[in-house]
């Protein structure tokens, strides 16, 4: 998948497990991290490639993902779960 913004050196492979809660909101779901009350997801990650836009200057992380356990919307919640961890203002997919 491709990733907003550029995950440093650091944080290139790896692994994000948290507990997640998804629950009804208006006419969908919204799944948080809920450590107390969610259920355990994990995932996989290594950055492939960085790239940036010429228009744009907006940079991204091509990522290899493998999600071992298939929570609704945890490809989402982890990558932005990631982003944060390694900095970056803006993460997600």
């Keep these: 998948c491709l990733m907003h913004g550029w995950l440093p050196s650091g944080k290139l492979e790896g692994s994000v497990v948290s ?6 909101e208006g006419r969908g779901f919204r799944t948080v991290v809920d450590e107390q009350w969610g259920l355990p997801a994990v995932t ?7 790239y940036r836009c ?3 200057g907006r940079t991204f992380t091509l990522l290899q993902v493998r999600i071992i356990t298939g929570r609704t919307h945890q490809i989402r919640v982890h990558l932005c779960e990631l982003a944060r961890n390694a900095g970056l203002l803006q993460g997600g997919i």
């Design 19 to 24: 507990k997640l809660r998804t629950g009804r």
């Design 54 to 56: 010429k228009h744009t």
């Design 44 to 50: 996989h990650y290594a950055a492939l490639r960085h």
